[in-house]
């Protein structure tokens, strides 16, 4: 079973809000579409969105990557040498993680489809449902309190607040007024998306814990590379601390783990290269008695689907932060993973299970 063809598509799809963190604004998800043919008429699919401000990357250079560096590696090579596969790909630039997992989750999808199973039974089908939270992005504390009451109304027990941006008091009285809205019984969670000083993550983090504001967890409250920080803050504070922007690699893992640099790691399939990596740094956070996450940028279900499949597969893997498509004004998928509100189930077609990807609808 060899690889045929590797074909690479851009689609723009605009979003019912912007979606705001500390990072950036989006209006519009971006992404590459890879298209990975067998030559005994299998196809994969794969995604790599461009997040500029945390992998680098932009839609040129991640067309480039795939079409230049990495097509020309792969082409006519066997899908059952998997491990030299991914190891090729793995090596065949420095960073590009997103290009990486784009073709990296479609050869996942090939060798699935061929073996004739939903590719997170053959990772190791933990579980076949999952429960993903939404994000309230960051914006005036009134609107952020509304947009919360809309998505607890809507079905959602688990809201990802975006934080990090202006004055420290300011996101202390958004998560003030969010859980006087909504009540003590939802979950909230908090990513900084790197915006706090360690000192300032401190003093918001211990603050709203002696205003009860049941935080259940915060993600990356400083710079990425300030690790002895992001251990500072997670020593100092009760709330468990996740490390996002701070783990792209098994390396990277391996360092925030030997330090106790952080409680919780978040895995994103962009950061890691795909679902190869990703494996490993769950493994070994597991090691370490360190729960995960699966979580993934601005992304359409392609991407998702590869992502929720990776998450279900694994014991270690706790939480999931899968709620980019529903913020999609189209679905031009066909197939993939299904939403019924919060609750994300698998169809039972082998490897991702996308029945039809409708390329004359998102092509920009």
């Known amino acids: 079973m060899q690889i045929e063809s590797i074909e690479t598509y851009p689609i723009a799809e605009p979003l019912k809000k912007p979606f705001k963190t500390a990072l950036r604004t989006v209006t519009v998800a971006e992404s590459i579409y890879v298209k990975v043919t067998c030559d005994n008429g299998i196809i994969g699919w794969g995604e790599a969105p461009p997040t500029h401000v945390i992998t680098g990357e932009s839609i040129a250079s991640i067309e480039y990557a795939i079409s230049h560096i990495m097509k020309p590696l792969l082409l006519e090579k066997s899908l059952l040498n998997r491990e030299a596969l991914f190891e090729a790909l793995a090596h065949s630039m420095v960073g590009n993680t997103s290009a990486k997992a784009a073709v990296d989750m479609a050869l996942h999808d090939c060798f699935a489809q061929a073996c004739g199973l939903p590719l997170y039974q053959l990772l190791g089908g933990y579980k076949s449902e999952l429960e993903t939270d939404y994000t309230v992005s960051v914006n005036d504390p009134d609107e952020m309190a509304d947009d919360a009451t809309q998505y607890i109304q809507d079905g959602f027990n688990v809201l990802k607040?975006?934080?990090?941006?202006?004055?420290?008091?300011?996101?202390?009285?958004?998560?003030?007024?969010?859980?006087?809205?909504?009540?003590?019984?939802?979950?909230?969670?908090?990513?900084?998306?790197?915006?706090?000083?360690?000192?300032?993550?401190?003093?918001?983090?211990?603050?709203?814990?002696?205003?009860?504001?049941?935080?259940?967890?915060?993600?990356?409250?400083?710079k990425a590379h300030d690790i002895e920080g992001l251990k500072e803050v997670t020593d100092a504070t009760q709330t468990p601390i996740m490390a996002d922007?701070?783990?792209?690699?098994?390396?990277?893992?391996?360092?925030?783990?030997?330090?106790?640099?952080?409680?919780?790691?978040?895995?994103?399939?962009?950061?890691?290269?795909?679902?190869?990596?990703?494996?490993?740094?769950?493994?070994?956070?597991?090691?370490?008695?360190?729960?995960?996450?699966?979580?993934?940028?601005?992304?359409?279900?392609?991407?998702?689907?590869?992502?929720?499949?990776?998450?279900?597969?694994?014991?270690?893997?706790?939480?999931?932060?899968?709620?980019?498509?529903?913020?999609?004004?189209?679905?031009?998928?066909?197939?993939?993973?299904?939403?019924?509100?919060?609750?994300?189930?698998?169809?039972?077609?082998?490897?991702?299970?996308?029945?039809?990807v409708h390329l004359d609808q998102v092509l920009s």
Request: charged share 25%; aromatic share 6%; hydrophobic share 40%.
């Open 245 to 356: 922007e701070s783990v792209f690699s098994p390396q990277q893992a391996k360092r925030v783990l030997e330090t106790r640099s952080a409680d919780l790691i978040n895995i994103k399939l962009m950061k890691s290269g795909g679902i190869h990596q990703a494996m490993q740094i769950n493994k070994l956070a597991e090691s370490y008695g360190v729960p995960c996450m699966v979580g993934s940028m601005i992304e359409t279900k392609i991407g998702i689907t590869a992502a929720a499949h990776f998450a279900a597969s694994q014991k270690n893997v706790r939480f999931v932060d899968f709620d980019a498509p529903l913020m999609l004004l189209n679905d031009s998928v066909e197939g993939g993973v299904m939403y019924n509100g919060r609750h994300i189930t698998f169809s039972e077609g082998a490897g991702l299970g996308i029945t039809s």
């Open 161 to 222: 607040v975006k934080v990090g941006k202006d004055e420290i008091e300011k996101d202390i009285e958004r998560i003030r007024k969010i859980r006087e809205k909504i009540g003590h019984e939802p979950t909230i969670r908090l990513d900084a998306n790197q915006g706090w000083t360690v000192k300032e993550a401190i003093y918001a983090i211990q603050r709203m814990e002696e205003l009860d504001l049941r935080i259940e967890l915060v993600e990356q409250p400083v």
